[in-house]
C-alpha cells in the first residue's frame, strides 16, 4: 500500500499531538505532586537523562507539529506563493532556532 504525502502529513500531526500531551501531561502531574516546586526540585527533574532525552523528543515532536500546522494554514489561505514562501522560511528558520536553542539549554 501506498502512503500518500497527504496521510503521512496527517499521521505526523496526530503523533506529534499525542507527544505533546504526553510530556504535557506528565509535567502537569509532577507540579501538582510537589508540595513546593523549588528550584532545586525542578533541577533535580531535568537533570535526569530520561527526562532530557524526553524534553528533546518534545521539542522535536513540537516542531514537526508547528512546521505542519504552518505549512498547512499558509498553503491554504496564502494564494501568495512569494509571500507564503517568506513566512514559511521565517517560521522554519525560528523553529529551528529553538530546537538548537532547546539542545544547548538541555545539555549545555
Not at 5 to 17: D, E, P, V, Y
Not at 41 to 54: I, Q
Request: glycine share 6%; hydrophobic share 60%; proline share 1%.
Amino acid at each position: 500500500m501506498l502512503i500518500t504525502s497527504g496521510f503521512k502529513n496527517w499521521l505526523l500531526q496526530r503523533i506529534s499531538a499525542v507527544i505533546l500531551t504526553v510530556y504535557i501531561l506528565f509535567l502537569a502531574g509532577f507540579c501538582f505532586t510537589q508540595p513546593v516546586i523549588t528550584y532545586a526540585v525542578w533541577h533535580k527533574l531535568f537533570s535526569c537523562e530520561l527526562m532530557k532525552f524526553a524534553t528533546l523528543f518534545m521539542l522535536l515532536a513540537l516542531g514537526i507539529h508547528s512546521w505542519l500546522g504552518i505549512w498547512t494554514v499558509t498553503t491554504d489561505y496564502l494564494k501568495s506563493a512569494s509571500i507564503r514562501l517568506c513566512l514559511q522560511t521565517a517560521v522554519y528558520i525560528v523553529l529551528l532556532f529553538y530546537l538548537v536553542w532547546g539542545v544547548q539549554i538541555l545539555w549545555g
